[in-house]
T-cell receptor, first 113, second 112 residues
């Protein structure tokens, strides 16, 4: 069973479109994250949620809106996509009491054309 | 500013060699430090997590050390194998912020 799963894995879309990436974890973790890996492979946090509450918002344009319907899900919606949004988006989860080992999904490759 | 640096960006070694990957971080008041492995087209796999109170962690052929006073961590890989070829990322968390700050990684190639 996949611990952290995200869909879609690949997404090609035109500038100006709105798209969503979904993430689910079956580890019983209380914290979920979105990270972005750019073309230079640099990985940087975007958001984190703890028990459905937004904890971290790292100066991300407000075109990006995370939504956490429950502890096991954290979705990322992106409005008015721009060329610079092309990247790999990783979902991750962790549990504070477990030493905070973080588990990553396999990534969603977003290409904006 | 809290930053993580990994040098070199790439490393190529023959199979069987023992090797060390380096990670340095600003601000010695880290909460924990993790080493990850990333294979091409894949997500990250956590290898070792070192809490701020620990000096090292071991898993199989991997050993990670942490020296807060010098702002350094190393990942030691014994008897390297071609299957170890991947990008190794170091990430630090400060003050229980739940935010990992990543280095840019070291791309390791182990040649048969």
């Amino acid at each position: 069973d996949t611990a952290v799963s995200q869909t879609p894995k690949y997404l090609v879309t035109q500038m100006g479109n709105d798209k969503s990436i979904k993430c689910e974890q079956n580890l019983g973790h209380d914290t979920m994250y979105w990270y972005k890996q750019d073309s230079k492979k640099f990985l940087k946090i975007m958001f984190s949620y703890n028990n459905k509450e937004l904890i971290i918002n790292e100066t991300v344009p407000n075109r990006f809106s995370p939504k956490s319907p429950d502890k096991a899900h954290l979705n990322l919606h992106i409005n008015s996509l721009e060329l610079g949004d092309s990247a790999v988006y990783f979902c991750a989860s962790s549990h504070r009491d477990a030493g905070n080992t973080i588990y990553f999904g396999e990534g969603s490759w977003l290409t904006v054309v | 500013k809290q930053e993580v640096t990994q040098i070199p960006a790439a490393l190529s070694v023959p199979e069987g060699e023992n090797l060390v990957l380096n990670c340095s971080f600003t601000d010695s008041a880290i909460y924990n430090l993790q080493w990850f492995r990333q294979d091409p087209g894949k997500g990250l796999t956590s290898l070792l997590l070192i809490q701020s109170s620990q000096r090292e962690q071991t898993s199989g052929r991997l050993n990670a050390s942490l020296d807060k006073s010098s702002g350094r961590s190393t990942l030691y890989i014994a008897a390297s194998q071609p299957g170890d070829s991947a990008t190794y990322l170091c990430a630090a968390e400060w003050d229980g912020s739940e935010k990992l700050v990543f280095g840019k990684g070291t791309k390791l190639t182990v040649n048969p």
